[in-house]
């Protein structure tokens, strides 16, 4: 019971420190590398070679200011998971060599690193939240957003489900980042975004990526909470076997809370539900249902999939994937359809979505096999019989 309480009591010292603005966002605004790594960070309303030198200036002088800033929050864990400093994090990656960056993500960058030593030493994947130059409105929200990832990651009521990237450790010194025990391989380890639109990627690999998603949201749901915001770059493909790991998710206040609780949204970059301000699980239930509009349909989300709903379009699996029967194909665009209502009360629950799409699986298994038992039966009735 001491140690829950502590793990609580070093994630409330983070979150003091950081949602209550003690510090806010500009100790790590005002940080040299912001300046070094920026990839252009002019304003465009603003290019005159004066003004641009007096910007900078401004800029390295509150770096100054904040060059000795006390980033200490009084303790060594949060969540029970390990709190490093900035120099430990340096190390973890090889001191953010913009060569090794892997890819964006919403609110900042991902990179490959190790930890550990000899035998001990194994590959982690570090994700930065990142306040590059210019200023812009969602570094206010950063902090905001590093706690609540950082909440969802150590709770211990959900961050054992298989579908979740397993946190191992934080950072919060100098630059805000997180450490996820997942091996990052450059020859098979894919996001869901580099292959979305390949043809290679399956039908049935399709399937399956959704169908973990959608345990990972339902299971989440369960215990009243939701994430708000997850696009296809959100999820990692780290084996061959297609086992999905989420590692990410688009910024909003506090998601532990209650069903009959609503929370008005600050900032959301990425993609979300036409929800007015007002987070849900059906808020989740409409951002999945854009993203497995993507998966069937193998091409980005655009107004074509509005006007086939529109017009009451019976099916809009892509063509290619040939081993669809058309009764799977109608009822996977129904559910479309239905995820994406604009009145969340019309929407389905992720419970609902699961068992949709799990019949649509063995549906699939069961034509295979059919179409199989054909095959052979044909091949049998070939063979001529012996004299």
Not at 94 to 99: E, L, M, P
Request: charged share 30%.
């Amino acid at each position: 019971m001491k140690d829950k309480v502590d793990e609580d009591e070093g994630l409330m010292m983070m979150m003091k420190k950081l949602e209550l603005d003690e510090w806010g966002f500009l100790p790590y605004f005002y940080s040299y590398f912001n300046y070094h790594e920026s990839p252009d960070w002019r304003s465009p309303l603003n290019r005159s070679y004066d003004f641009l030198k007096r910007s900078l200036q401004d800029f390295i002088d509150d770096c100054d200011q904040y060059e000795s800033f006390d980033f200490s929050i009084g303790t060594e864990t949060v969540g029970g998971v390990k709190l490093c400093s900035y120099a430990e994090l340096q190390e973890i990656n090889d001191n953010f060599d913009s060569n090794r960056c892997i890819q964006k993500t919403l609110c900042g960058r991902l990179f490959p690193g190790t930890i550990g030593e000899g035998s001990e030493k194994r590959s982690v994947i570090v994700k930065t939240w990142d306040f590059l130059l210019p200023y812009g409105h969602g570094h206010v929200q950063r902090p905001f957003d590093f706690c609540d990832q950082i909440k969802l990651f150590t709770n211990k009521e959900v961050n054992t489900h298989p579908r979740l990237a397993k946190l191992c450790a934080i950072c919060c010194d100098i630059r805000l980042a997180a450490v996820y025990d997942v091996k990052f391989d450059e020859n098979t380890t894919r996001f869901l975004s580099d292959v979305l639109l390949k043809d290679d990627f399956g039908w049935y690999d399709r399937l399956n990526v959704a169908i973990q998603l959608a345990n990972l949201l339902v299971s989440l749901h369960e215990k009243d909470i939701f994430l708000g915001s997850v696009t296809a770059s959100c999820i990692m493909i780290p084996d061959k076997e297609m086992n999905i790991k989420l590692f990410d998710f688009g910024p909003a206040p506090t998601r532990l809370y209650g069903k009959n609780n609503d929370m008005t949204i600050k900032c959301h970059p990425g993609r979300e539900a036409p929800d007015r301000g007002y987070m849900s699980t059906k808020s989740d239930v409409y951002v999945f249902g854009m993203l497995l509009v993507e998966l069937i349909t193998k091409k980005e989300l655009d107004d074509s999939f509005s006007n086939a709903k529109e017009g009451g379009k019976k099916n809009v699996v892509d063509e290619s994937f040939k081993e669809v029967d058309p009764e799977t194909a109608s009822r996977i665009t129904s559910l479309t359809y239905r995820c994406t209502e604009w009145k969340p009360a019309e929407r389905p629950t992720m419970k609902d979505v699961l068992d949709v799409l799990t019949e649509a699986m063995k549906m699939g298994a069961r034509g295979e096999k059919r179409k199989r038992d054909e095959n052979e039966a044909v091949e049998a009735a070939a063979v001529p019989l012996l004299a």
